[in-house]
């Protein structure tokens, strides 16, 4: 594999004050894909906050932790949706980190590059390892900029070390292999390790305790050559109703708490020089359906604004200490995403990294497969690109030069700008040369 150079250690941390209130959720239950089934009312143990110290925590930084969160006692209680419901609250978090000013992205040698290399460092599709001679042809033919791992069925850590050193030696430019390792029902790489649910997480640990289990497992996962994780989920619990994605793939509790968790699991993976994501902006908490499935509404922009955006705020100096990127998901926001899924809505984009202060924050489409894009995937990578994200990911392999074909051509017809193609894939081209990576290297 190419050398892996990024520093853990050069990593600033940023802190938080935190103050939380009990909570409860409740929802639906569904694999990646598959189709919801009902809740029971009484939900999951919901973490209690006591008053938080104010300020940067002044302690000794221990030789495990990796939070930075700055929490008193908690303590598991029960509640149920018949009862209790979480009271809302316009700003749960104070960070000490203000949002960090839009990042200058190098070209690096990406000017150089044809308009057709630039686009494909911009397409990941899955890889399987029923199928690796396919993806080993496709890295190979296409010049892709990353892939996204699924479960490599059949095979121990080393054979995963081994193949995915040898995807990456046949690589143009070095590869960026992401995969979601959420834990529970949605972990990828349970051969280094099973991961409780974060839902198991958030009514069983401190997050001080969650960053020191997502950072010994982190270790083990980039042993293996992934360098970028798909989570935390971000999404919120409504004070009422089911939420469309299975429940244990969200933190219990409100914004705060969430905010409090995926603070954790950043910083987790940020000690093994993982690159996280979190998602799926703008809030799938709410949604009216599962969009592996159907379509997914949100509440109003001003429903959402003031409960599924708050950890989206909370988590933004990360961008700046941690390379944070986020997942964008195809959710229409009556109000924001000018009747269309946010994953081509310029306004849902512009708002993002405009507005929310995630500048050049390097974002990422759910998978364009899923049944709420109601589109081809070459169409639906044109349309994510020109509204403002930088990477498409796809579960059919198979489509890979498709959707390159569909994005040169958007190019050449004008409708998508050639310095847009240009600045995604100098992104890319960034976190690669962190990897010690150059453009078109010898293979």
Request: charged share 15%.
């Amino acid at each position: 594999m190419g050398a892996r150079n990024r520093s853990t250690g050069a990593v600033a941390l940023a802190v938080v004050s935190i103050g939380l209130a009990a909570a409860c959720g409740s929802g639906s239950d569904d694999g990646a894909g598959a189709t919801a089934t009902g809740l029971s009312t009484t939900a999951a143990p919901a973490p209690t906050v006591a008053t938080p110290t104010a300020g940067p925590s002044t302690s000794s930084p221990s030789t495990t932790a990796h939070s930075t969160t700055t929490l008193s006692t908690v303590t598991p209680t029960t509640v149920t949706t018949t009862t209790v419901a979480p009271s809302v609250t316009t700003s749960p978090i104070t960070s000490t980190t203000m949002p960090a000013p839009p990042v200058s992205v190098p070209g690096s040698c990406v000017d150089s590059l044809t308009t057709r290399e630039q686009a494909a460092l911009l397409v990941w599709p899955s890889v399987y390892s029923s199928s690796w001679a396919d993806a080993q042809r496709i890295v190979t033919d296409t010049g892709i900029g990353g892939v996204l791992l699924m479960r490599p069925d059949g095979w121990t850590s080393d054979e995963l070390t081994q193949r995915l050193a040898s995807l990456e030696d046949a690589s143009r430019h070095g590869l960026i292999v992401a995969t979601d390792e959420e834990g529970g029902d949605v972990q990828r790489l349970r051969l280094v390790g099973e991961l409780p649910s974060q839902r198991q997480v958030s009514t069983s640990m401190l997050p001080a305790e969650a960053a020191d289990l997502i950072a010994e497992h982190a270790a083990a996962v980039r042993a293996t050559g992934v360098d970028m994780v798909l989570g935390p989920v971000v999404d919120v619990e409504p004070n009422a109703g089911e939420v469309p994605l299975q429940p244990s793939r969200f933190f219990v509790g409100e914004p705060a708490a969430v905010s409090a968790y995926a603070a954790a699991y950043i910083d987790g993976w940020a000690a093994a020089d993982l690159l996280a994501v979190v998602k799926h902006f703008p809030g799938h908490g709410a949604a009216s359906g599962d969009t592996h499935i159907t379509a997914g509404v949100t509440p109003s922009f001003a429903d959402i604004e003031r409960w599924d955006l708050q950890p989206y705020r909370d988590l933004v100096g990360r961008v700046a200490t941690h390379d944070l990127a986020v997942m964008i998901g195809h959710l229409t926001v009556p109000g924001l995403t000018n009747g269309v899924p946010a994953t081509r809505s310029p306004e849902a984009i512009d708002h993002l990294r405009n507005e929310m202060g995630y500048g050049d924050a390097l974002l990422i489409t759910d998978a364009l497969g899923m049944n709420a894009v109601g589109l081809a995937e070459p169409e639906a990578s044109v349309l994510a690109v020109a509204a403002g994200i930088d990477i498409v990911i796809f579960t059919q392999t198979s489509q890979t030069s498709a959707v390159i074909d569909a994005l040169v051509a958007a190019v050449a017809d004008g409708r998508i700008a050639a310095d847009r193609i240009e600045a995604s894939a100098a992104k890319v081209m960034r976190l690669l040369e962190r990897d010690g990576h150059t453009c078109n290297r010898p293979t």
